[in-house]
């Protein structure tokens, strides 16, 4: 029996033999190999599979498959909870012991020294006259950028709070 | 999905691993595949969709036991990519014989390998070269051409043995 007609492509009879199982191994894997790209041999050989040809797996497929869907599913999202909560950890860790001001301080002081060295400012003389425009007074400026990220670090932590006990009282008053 | 179609895709499955467990297993494959990409199905052909889904997880399955059981020393050689081409036992097998002896063993072969070997045995396209001529994926040209290979050695070697035999008496 051909499996192949010249063109390529699988023969009615080489069709009807995979469909009643009386192929070789070797017949199966050039089928399955031409029926993994050839639209027309795939729509003939789908054609076939109808009534009492198809058969049903001894066991349903619906749960194990859901299962499994589940399980990926579980996965994605207990993957992304799990990274969340050692990142959360770590920063309560850090906050809690002290090192985390530590490695602010140590990181502002080691940024301070690539700040460039300030540029003198122009000689009176060299300056246009001046208009009538007054700069308003600008707040007094942090020297020092871990002073900076202390403040801005300490008044995150003051936000926070106040808003936990907020919602605390809310929650208490809802009760 | 999965209760509209397990009887197909299992079918398609079984009729081409013919192992019940086996066809199970690339059925429950079949379907978490169909599920990642469900986006792709395109709307009223949903059976050969999955048909062809099973038919690659099938062709998968199917590839690698045929490697296993066929793979010989030596082979390692022909599946790295980009080794020379004129090593492995199955090129000295067919260095061995005449141009024209090699032509008639070509021309004599079944499809799906008389025409990827022609084209490249003979006529010397690329694989890539070949896949395109003959509408095939390129791996699949790769595997037919691995396989017609040993075919060919094989035959070859087996005419050796009966005219050392003939000799010999």
Redesign the interface.
């Known amino acids: 029996m051909?499996?192949?007609?010249?063109d390529?492509c699988l023969t009615d009879e080489g069709l009807q033999a995979?469909?009643e199982?009386t192929l070789d191994?070797?017949g199966?894997?050039?089928?399955?190999?031409?029926?993994?790209?050839c639209?027309r041999c795939?729509?003939r050989?789908?054609a076939l599979?109808t009534g009492d040809?198809?058969?049903?797996?001894?066991?349903?497929?619906?749960r194990?498959?859901?299962r499994?869907?589940l399980i990926?599913l579980m996965q994605n999202v207990y993957g992304r909870m799990a990274v969340a909560g050692v990142a959360a950890v770590l920063a309560l860790t850090l906050w809690r012991g002290g090192s985390l001001g530590l490695i602010l301080a140590r990181n502002a002081s080691s940024l301070e020294a690539y700040v460039p060295e300030q540029i003198e400012p122009p000689a009176a003389s060299e300056l246009p006259p001046k208009s009538n425009y007054t700069e308003p007074p600008r707040p007094e400026e942090k020297t020092s950028v871990a002073e900076k990220a202390q403040e801005a670090v300490s008044g995150l932590w003051e936000a926070l709070t106040s808003r936990d006990g907020q919602s605390d009282t809310s929650n208490r008053w809802e009760r | 999905m999965?209760?509209t179609y397990?009887?197909?895709?299992?079918?398609?499955c079984?009729?081409?691993?013919?192992d019940?467990d086996t066809?199970?297993d690339l059925?429950?494959d079949t379907?978490?595949a169909a599920?990642r990409a469900i986006d792709r199905c395109p709307a009223g052909y949903e059976?050969?969709w999955l048909?062809?889904i099973a038919?690659?997880k099938?062709?998968d399955h199917?590839?690698s036991?045929?490697v296993r059981k066929m793979s010989t020393p030596g082979d390692e050689v022909m599946a790295l990519a980009g080794a020379p081409p004129d090593e492995g036992p199955e090129a000295k097998a067919l260095a061995g014989i005449g141009m024209d002896e090699l032509e008639k063993k070509i021309l004599n072969l079944?499809?799906?390998y008389r025409?990827p070997c022609r084209l490249c045995l003979l006529e010397g396209y690329t694989p890539a070269e070949a896949a395109r001529i003959?509408?095939?994926?390129e791996k699949?040209l790769n595997?037919?051409l691995w396989?017609a290979k040993k075919m060919l050695r094989q035959e070859i070697e087996q005419e050796r043995r009966s005219e050392d035999g003939t000799l010999s008496r």
Not at chain 1, 2 to 6: A, C, I
Not at chain 2, 6 to 12: A, D, E, I, M, R
């Open positions: 051909e499996l192949f007609r010249d390529g995979l469909v199982g191994e070797l199966r894997l050039e089928a399955a190999e031409h029926l993994s790209y639209d795939l729509d050989y789908t599979l040809v198809v058969e049903q797996p001894p066991r349903d497929l619906s194990p498959v859901g499994s869907i990926r | 999965v209760r397990q009887g197909l895709v299992y079918t398609v079984y009729q081409l691993v013919q019940n066809a199970q059925a429950q379907f978490l599920w059976k050969q048909a062809r038919v690659n099938a062709k199917l590839r036991g045929w079944r499809e799906p025409t003959c509408r095939r994926p699949t595997a037919q396989r």
